[in-house]
Nanobody
Framework: QVQLVESGGGLVQAGGSLRLSCAASGRTISRYAMGWFRQAPGKEREFVAAISWSGGSTDYADSVKGRFTISRNNAKLTVYLQMNSLKPEDTAVYYC??????????????????WGQGTQVTVSS
């Protein structure tokens, strides 16, 4: 049993920064890869970033590479997404999730079985 709660979203102007947090409860997540996805109105959920269980490997969508950084603190059972140089096209609901299928499917939503409720990020121009 895994429960995830995202926080840190809000309204920010283009070029600004936000840091999202995903706090876990229940079963530990220290041995699972974690991912961030986002969904904008009228669009399908898309991959943003993923991090291996140890934090030694990361992966990013091309659209956010160089601007976003994913990290984790296993002692706190928390995953973070540092978002810099935000653009209006980053506006979406952001979800964290537990990868239960393995690192090879980290970019695919079907590889994640546990999801948070999401946090809204709105970037104005």
């Amino acid at each position: 049993q895994v429960q995830l709660v995202e926080s840190g979203g809000g309204l920010v102007q283009a070029g600004g920064s936000l840091r999202l947090s995903c706090a876990a409860s229940g079963r530990t997540i220290s041995r699972y890869a974690m991912g961030w996805f986002r969904q904008a109105p009228g669009k399908e959920r898309e991959f943003v970033a993923a991090i291996s269980w140890s934090g030694g490997s990361t992966d990013y969508a091309d659209s956010v590479k160089g601007r976003f950084t994913i990290s984790r603190n296993n002692a706190k059972l928390t995953v973070y997404l540092q978002m810099n140089s935000l653009k209006p096209e980053d506006t979406a609901v952001y979800y964290c999730a537990v990868d239960t299928a393995g690192w090879g499917t980290r970019r695919q939503s079907y590889g994640y079985d546990y999801w948070g409720q999401g946090t809204q990020v709105t970037v104005s121009s």
